[in-house]
């Protein structure tokens, strides 16, 4: 691992001032070095899912295994911004784990007595936590501007949200799983509730009830993305049942099958074999783009704001906003939710931009005889006088 000039500069200065510290509190200047180092890390925010730390160390790891696969060369090489995010992301997570990881083997050594051992280490967690300062906390680090300010660089969109109208329809997808018994058997089912039910592919490896009542398909979900502001924990959607919607026949297949009600999951080894199969089969589709397609159904039916959050498993109505376009929704069909945490309600700027209604055009005789009766019944009219005063 090597500093810049500049990282060095700062290093030795913050040795300077380790010694210093040692010197006055009597201590030894490992300690003082721990502690700054603690400080540069309690800056930044490192918890996060099971499933997020292994994304983050696939990719960092996918990343660092490249010929000048360091930070810098990540980061400018990515063509969107949430590709960006998701690498600044996952390098500042697994760097901050490395430094944790050889303060814990130092803290061991001097432990164990072996305090050549434990100095080397604590070394090398403080050189990486100067890098970690400068590249991730300071103004020199790399911001997503910087990226598009590059002349050769050319914008790439994947966004699910702007690729509805290319993703393949649902009967496309369950027809083509059709020509592969085994395929049919092991994939059908479980899109079919995502693409139905917008269900998050995490949310389905806990388990999705679904049930059929009063001319309603029903499932009940545990959350995924939840919190203690965030997320719906449990939720229960119902989607009328559509004639002819391929996806309804494979759900009420399987009700059917199973007695009146049917618990299905997906593990991560299906999820990640169906997420490959539309890669390769269905260019620009993912689970994902069910989801939106999900909410865009939503908003189109003209469901308020609140039980679109509680459909798509949200604990605010921001959220929707980024999911979806009522243009592209289907409609037609009744949906709804309840979740088992209160939706907040916030204000949409969207709400505030609306065109003002046009009043209807009226004939030029009619205005005239409007101003005339205004003008005569205005004269006799008492003037206003507000409550409580006489």
Same mark, same amino acid.
């Given at each position: 691992?090597?500093?810049? @000039?500049?990282?060095?500069?700062?290093?030795?200065?913050?040795?300077?001032? $380790?010694?210093?510290?040692?010197?006055?509190? !009597?201590?030894?200047?490992?300690?003082? @070095?721990? %502690?700054?180092?603690?400080? *540069?890390?309690?800056?930044?925010?490192?918890?996060?899912?099971?499933?997020?730390?292994?994304?983050?160390?696939?990719?960092?790891?996918?990343?660092?295994?490249?010929?000048?696969?360091?930070?810098?060369?990540?980061?400018?090489?990515?063509?969107?911004?949430?590709?960006?995010?998701?690498?600044?992301?996952?390098?500042?997570?697994?760097? $901050?784990?490395?430094?944790?990881?050889? %303060?814990?083997?130092?803290?061991?050594?001097?432990?164990?007595?072996?305090?050549?051992?434990?100095?080397?280490?604590?070394?090398?967690?403080?050189?990486?936590?100067?890098?970690?300062?400068?590249?991730?906390?300071?103004?020199?680090? @790399? *911001?997503?501007?910087?990226?598009?300010?590059?002349?050769?660089?050319?914008? #790439?969109?994947?966004?699910?949200? =702007?690729?509805?109208?290319?993703?393949?329809?649902?009967?496309?997808?369950?027809?083509?799983?059709?020509?592969?018994?085994?395929?049919?058997? %092991? +994939?059908?089912?479980?899109?079919?509730?995502?693409?139905?039910?917008?269900?998050?592919?995490?949310?389905?490896? =806990?388990? #999705?009830?679904?049930?059929?009542?009063? !001319?309603? @398909?029903?499932? #009940?979900?545990?959350?995924?993305?939840?919190?203690?502001?965030?997320?719906?924990?449990?939720?229960?959607?119902?989607?009328?049942? %559509?004639? /002819?919607?391929?996806?309804?026949?494979?759900?009420?297949? $399987?009700?059917? /099958?199973?007695?009146?009600?049917?618990?299905?999951? &997906?593990?991560?080894?299906? +999820?990640?074999?169906?997420?490959? +199969?539309?890669?390769?089969?269905?260019?620009?589709?993912?689970?994902?783009?069910?989801?939106?397609?999900? $909410?865009? /159904?939503?908003?189109?039916?003209?469901?308020?704001?609140?039980?679109?959050?509680?459909?798509?498993?949200?604990?605010?109505?921001?959220?929707?906003?980024?999911? !979806?376009?009522?243009?592209?929704?289907?409609?037609?069909?009744?949906?709804?939710?309840?979740?088992? /945490?209160?939706?907040? #309600?916030?204000?949409?700027?969207?709400? +505030?931009?609306?065109?003002?209604?046009?009043?209807?055009?009226?004939?030029?005789?009619?205005?005239?005889? &409007?101003?005339?009766?205004?003008?005569?019944?205005?004269?006799?009219?008492?003037?206003?006088?507000?409550?409580?005063?006489?």
């Amino acid at each position: 691992m090597d500093l810049t @000039i500049e990282q060095r500069r700062i290093a030795n200065a913050k040795i300077m001032i $380790a010694k210093e510290l040692a010197t006055n509190s !009597g201590t030894f200047i490992e300690i003082q @070095i721990d %502690r700054m180092i603690k400080e *540069i890390i309690s800056k930044v925010k490192i918890s996060a899912s099971d499933a997020s730390k292994e994304q983050y160390r696939k990719l960092y790891k996918s990343c660092t295994s490249k010929s000048c696969g360091d930070l810098k060369n990540c980061l400018m090489s990515c063509k969107t911004r949430a590709s960006f995010d998701k690498t600044r992301t996952s390098f500042r997570f697994c760097i $901050a784990e490395e430094i944790q990881r050889l %303060r814990r083997e130092s803290e061991k050594a001097m432990k164990a007595k072996d305090y050549d051992l434990g100095k080397k280490k604590i070394q090398e967690a403080f050189k990486l936590a100067v890098k970690f300062e400068d590249e991730f906390l300071s103004e020199n680090r @790399i *911001i997503f501007n910087d990226v598009k300010s590059q002349k050769d660089f050319k914008r #790439v969109s994947f966004s699910k949200r =702007k690729g509805l109208k290319k993703a393949a329809s649902e009967e496309d997808i369950i027809k083509s799983f059709s020509t592969n018994d085994k395929v049919h058997e %092991r +994939y059908s089912l479980a899109f079919s509730v995502i693409a139905t039910f917008g269900i998050r592919p995490a949310e389905l490896q =806990k388990g #999705v009830k679904i049930t059929f009542q009063d !001319g309603m @398909i029903y499932a #009940v979900a545990k959350g995924a993305k939840t919190g203690e502001n965030k997320g719906q924990k449990v939720r229960a959607m119902g989607s009328a049942l %559509r004639d /002819n919607n391929i996806c309804d026949q494979v759900l009420m297949n $399987a009700i059917y /099958n199973n007695g009146g009600e049917v618990v299905i999951t &997906q593990n991560k080894k299906d +999820y990640d074999g169906l997420r490959k +199969y539309l890669n390769r089969h269905h260019k620009g589709t993912s689970l994902y783009t069910y989801r939106h397609k999900v $909410a865009s /159904n939503l908003k189109a039916t003209g469901a308020s704001k609140r039980q679109i959050a509680e459909f798509l498993g949200h604990r605010t109505t921001e959220s929707q906003q980024h999911y !979806g376009y009522s243009r592209s929704g289907s409609g037609g069909h009744s949906m709804t939710a309840k979740g088992s /945490n209160e939706v907040r #309600v916030k204000p949409d700027i969207k709400d +505030y931009l609306k065109p003002a209604t046009k009043p209807a055009a009226v004939p030029l005789g009619s205005k005239l005889k &409007q101003a005339k009766s205004s003008i005569s019944t205005t004269s006799k009219a008492p003037k206003f006088k507000p409550p409580g005063i006489k």
